[in-house]
């Protein structure tokens, strides 16, 4: 890479790290010579797309054409609907990355406003923060990857624009209820805005008790992020949403790119609505499986840390990159957490039962190889 | 709408206006109590989606709760192989927007670059430039909508990180060849770089006098996007891209959010990239209609703008706005051009050819009614 032109890009974009992808399903296959790959990494709906979705997706094929309608209106008071709040609060984005993207741009100022969160938190908050030119504050996670909400409190003040938390949180699953969160915001400066991932909420329960949509509605600095990746099983067609202020809302909208949400993840997401029985399906199959992972993966000897999402993080007797790599070559792709400073644990999305007896066998198995070894050594 | 919340937004976006948007199909219909509605205002592909591409999207729609592939590779490699460059100089966007956002961020600094474009322009250099803090400098395009180059020069110092042009011009059709631009492109400081928008370049002929393909390939500052929503008929799935100098690509890539491009967009460009019978099909009806247009428009006594584009803009001797009103009420949409500031002017997308046939007859229907009215008055 030639280094003669550095002087036409930003300082800020300079310290970003060249871009390396993972090995995709494919690719795996080939490299192990596998057959079949199960992939428990991303925290995808285990049952795929909804066979209705899929319907729609089909019977909408011959609209791609179109450019999709700007202000995603239909969508929106579909969704507004579904949560029973006015759709004018409510934005649509290009997957939530869209959503935490233009919250920075419309509300922080570059070189002025910092941004707070835990570590380790999702490193979009952090990226998009840097690209903005603004200061990321980082507190860590409080004993047993709990919330320490006076550390967090400790980084803000009059000019932290935006506080994030995710609810319940990746990679630990850690969730707390809303009321908690209500008295945190009570403690924020008025020029702080308290923004709410919200992404593995559906699988939270009971949902009433963790979510903040109530606290959103009731007050005039908290947003609601919501993505239709993992329960709706959307995460291919990119679709996320925020709940805002009503005058955050405005602001946000005015500056959007006007086509960012695709026709087909419109189309998509309004049959996604209306699926009642395909996201009751869901929730039981992750119910179902967390509790047998959880069960299994204790009496493998390791820590299992207690999830209110579709996966779970856990912390191996052996060496984690050891397992990370004995699984894939047995075709199952996990999530190891090192890119999260979380050296030694890793992350299983929940499968299907199927996915599931094959993870906890395969593991079994590379455990037991592994004692036997360390035995004779 | 409160005002009471204004000092948590940025000074930049309390400037952007609300976001309003035109009605839809469906709404046009349920409005003038219509059947059908002919579109002719996006510069969509009047052949819609290829079969081609519509099957695989079909076949795709159960991968739809994927992530996408980060880097888009396989994409880019076939993108390469079409335009037979190195696919380490292309990035894929979220729409050729989400790249014109991207050069801004990566290469601009706020409150000290600038950004230089002709007026009228594509709205979304001047958007985005004011939402990333940076001044938008624009220049009058010269007599008959040709490029004035001097004038544009006129604008740019040593702080002009990127000059914005867009060939061939939206909405006048206006199209130079590269040999041109390479002449405008000498005269630039070496700290600026020229983004050349190519949008309507596959209806351009011949393509290879007007493309700044090989500019972008021999230079070091020279940038081309293109999209697959116009000849490739994927408007709705949001796939653009930029040809970038590779130091610019590197860095482009770092920043992008990494699921930007859809799994389908992704898929359905790889299919629409093999199609080469549906593109040598629409560009045979583009270059049939833009004549036939042409040439009824002026036996009309309208000033058309001769148009290298899958459109025409046109200046019609009756009120352009009572047109575009009238048309409507017929179930045909076009495009007036006041929001470019041309009050007297309109755009047509060139349609199939029933659909030009509808606009004539139409048109030919109001303006005689018009003629009548007028001199009986």
């Not at 990857?145 to 932290?160: A, C, I, K, M, P």
């Not at 959307?234 to 790119?257: E, K, S, T």
């Not at 599931?356 to 004779?376: G, M, P």
Request: net charge neutral; hydrophobic share 40%.
């Amino acid at each position: 890479m030639n280094n003669f032109r550095h002087e036409l890009i930003r300082s800020e974009v300079l310290e970003f790290k060249p871009y390396s992808s993972g090995l995709g399903i494919d690719e795996i296959k080939d490299k192990y010579g596998l057959n079949q790959v199960i992939k428990m990494a991303s925290n995808e709906n285990p049952l795929g797309v909804s066979p209705s979705v899929q319907e729609v997706i089909r019977k909408n094929a011959s609209l791609a054409f179109r450019y999709p309608t700007p202000g995603n209106q239909e969508l929106c008071g579909a969704i507004g609907r579904y949560l029973d709040i006015d759709p004018r609060r409510i934005v649509c984005g290009n997957g939530s990355d869209e959503i935490i993207d233009l919250l920075l741009r419309v509300t922080a100022e570059p070189g002025i406003s910092n941004i707070a969160a835990f570590k380790p938190c999702f490193s979009i908050y952090q990226l998009q923060s840097r690209l903005c030119g603004l200061e990321f504050r980082q507190s860590p996670l409080g004993s047993e990857f709990s919330f320490d909400w006076n550390g967090l409190l400790g980084l803000v003040d009059e000019q932290t624009r935006i506080v994030f938390l995710t609810n319940p949180d990746n990679p630990s699953g850690f969730a707390v209820p809303s009321r908690e969160i209500e008295k945190f915001y009570s403690k924020l400066p008025e020029s702080t805005i308290l923004v709410i991932d919200e992404a593995y909420i559906d699988f939270a329960s009971p949902v009433e008790q963790y979510s903040s949509l109530k606290l959103a509605l009731k007050t005039e600095r908290v947003v609601v992020l919501r993505t239709f990746s993992k329960m709706f099983g959307l995460a291919g067609l990119r679709l996320g949403f925020g709940v805002f202020p009503m005058f955050l809302a405005d602001y946000i909208r005015r500056v959007r790119l006007p086509f960012s949400v695709n026709i087909l993840a419109e189309k998509a997401g309004l049959a996604a609505l209306e699926d009642l029985i395909f996201r009751q399906t869901t929730l039981d199959l992750i119910l179902r499986g967390r509790d047998y992972l959880g069960d299994e993966l204790s009496a493998m000897g390791c820590r299992v840390y207690p999830s209110q999402a579709n996966f779970i993080m856990f912390r191996p007797l052996e060496d984690a990159e050891m397992i990370f790599e004995k699984l894939l070559t047995r075709g199952i792709i996990i999530r190891p957490l090192k890119s999260y400073g979380l050296q030694n644990f890793l992350r299983v999305s929940i499968g299907n039962d199927q996915e599931n007896r094959t993870f906890v066998t395969s593991l079994k198995a590379i455990l037991s190889e592994q004692s036997a070894f360390d035995h004779n050594n």
